[in-house]
Structures are given as C-alpha cells and as structure tokens.
C-alpha cells in the first residue's frame, strides 16, 4: 500500500507564504506524477499543481507566478510554495500520486490552509 502524508498547512495573512509537504510512502513505481489539488467550502476539488517524473509542471491558472511544485524522488516527497496567498486559496489542500503505467492512484488525507486577517 501507498501513503500519502501532507504536513505545513496552518492559518497565514493575506500576503503571506507557506510551504507545504506530501511525504510518500511504500511501493512506489519511479514513473509517477505527483500532483496538489484543494477543496474549498461548497466547491468542486481541482487540481493546483502538477509534476511528472520527468519535472514537467502545469498549474492552474488562479495560482499560476504565485505557487511553485517540486519533487524530490529521492526521499518520495513533494512540495507546494504558495507565495502571495490570497483568502481565495483557502481550502483543504490534498496530495496526489499517480503511475501512468498502473493506473493506481492514490491520495493523502488533505491538510488545511486558512488565509486570513
């Protein structure tokens, strides 16, 4: 089985940073992306922020100059840079893993991100 662990999400200013973790665990293929989604109240999930094992990215367009994603494989483990966050990126931020070779996918239990005065 894989595990997902996400950690840094907290309550920050509008304006501020923060950095948040995705630590994998268990049997993980290398060839997999690894992916940021958030859930705000009352709406649909959506991805953030993605990186393959290639490190090719995409981000959507709301946090796009703002937030930054990178992996380091060799400790399994991913990274969100959220920069300039605004009461709009408040949501329950989740980890994702997926192998294009497998199909599994796989999610971690999500961590809260409040930006407010």
């Known amino acids: 089985q894989v595990r997902l662990v996400e950690s840094g999400g907290g309550l920050v200013q509008p304006g501020g940073s923060l950095r948040l973790s995705c630590a994998a665990s268990?049997?993980?293929?290398?060839?997999?992306?690894m992916a940021w989604y958030r859930q705000a109240s009352g709406k649909q999930r959506e991805l953030v922020a993605s990186i393959s094992w290639t490190g090719h990215t995409n981000y959507a367009d709301s946090v796009k100059e703002r937030f930054s994603i990178s992996r380091d494989n060799a400790r399994n483990t991913a990274y969100l840079q959220m920069n300039s966050v605004e009461p709009e990126d408040t949501a329950v931020y989740y980890c994702?893993?997926?192998?294009?070779?497998?199909?599994?996918?796989?999610w971690g239990q999500g961590t809260q991100v409040t930006v407010s005065s």
């Open positions: 268990g049997s993980i293929s290398s060839i997999t992306t």
């Open positions: 994702n893993l997926k192998s294009p070779i497998t199909n599994y996918n796989y």
